[in-house]
């Protein structure tokens, strides 16, 4: 059985390595099909396929889009694009702007609770402003020895309501999905069961995201608890989704599973890549 992830960065996002040892720590975990899928940005994608040709695996050439979707911030992964599409690259550009500016909104609230010079320490963690995430200013304050882990900033300081979070505007679902089926992408949804959603708006959204063109959602993933995967396993089958994977990985230790952890899909469903070799 083909041990596959489709859902990784590097540090060209959020991630803290170069893609191609993000490629090495896969391949020594057992991916035979590797996708990187950085946050709104494939420039990282070159680099990518040709180290996963050097460590034997397959590559598939992916993204993921933040888009604002009923107030809230959701995340759509396109698999197996063109990254050099001329619409996708604009709209990448379109959606990151605004990276820097919220970032000093983030640290000017920051410094209101007793935290001073996030942003220049954020920088420390990201070689471009426009790609500066919360998840930035987690990795400083971690440094600084406020909290132990990133997951435990973002509950103290950077979750909605909390002292450091600033609402973003990202693209809507229409524009990613335009920009991922026009790159000839596959559009899925990222880790679902991450969103506060009621049953009733995530149904709305799969409803939507499936009119659009939507084919496949996550549902082992290293955003997902154990008890999810059967969950959305059955979603997927209800609303004639395909079933994605992914540890999700950004940095060692950061991980909720590992590469070689994290477990096959259902026996129910059908994976994304059934017909790609």
Not at 23 to 31: D, E, K, N, S, W
Not at 40 to 53: H, L
Request: glycine share 10%; proline share 5%; hydrophobic share 40%.
């Amino acid at each position: 059985m083909l041990k596959v992830d489709l859902h990784c960065h590097s540090n060209v996002s959020d991630g803290v390595l170069p893609p191609a040892k993000v490629a090495q720590m896969a391949r020594l975990g057992g991916v035979d099909v590797w996708a990187l899928t950085d946050h709104d940005e494939v420039s990282g994608i070159a680099a990518a396929r040709q180290a996963a040709q050097e460590q034997g695996m397959r590559f598939a050439s992916g993204v993921e889009i933040s888009i604002t979707w009923a107030n809230e911030t959701v995340h759509i992964v396109g698999l197996q694009i063109d990254e050099n599409n001329r619409a996708l690259t604009e709209g990448l550009h379109q959606t990151r702007s605004g990276r820097d500016r919220r970032g000093h909104e983030i640290s000017n609230q920051l410094a209101l609770h007793g935290i001073p010079d996030a942003y220049e320490g954020a920088l420390k963690y990201v070689d471009n402003p426009d790609l500066m995430s919360r998840t930035h200013f987690a990795r400083y304050i971690v440094e600084l020895g406020i909290c132990n882990t990133v997951p435990e900033v973002f509950k103290r300081y950077l979750a909605e309501g909390k002292p450091g979070y600033v609402e973003h505007r990202w693209a809507t679902l229409e524009q990613a999905m335009q920009w991922i089926k026009g790159a000839g992408g596959i559009p899925v949804i990222a880790h679902p069961g991450r969103y506060k959603f009621s049953s009733m708006a995530q149904g709305v959204l799969f409803d939507e995201f499936k009119q659009l063109g939507g084919v496949a959602i996550e549902v082992v993933t290293g955003s997902h608890t154990p008890d999810q995967y059967p969950e959305y396993a059955e979603l997927a089958n209800r609303y004639g989704f395909l079933a994605s994977r992914g540890t999700d990985f950004h940095a060692p230790g950061e991980a909720r599973v590992s590469f070689a952890e994290l477990p096959p899909l259902p026996s129910n469903v059908k994976p994304v890549w059934h017909d790609w070799f």
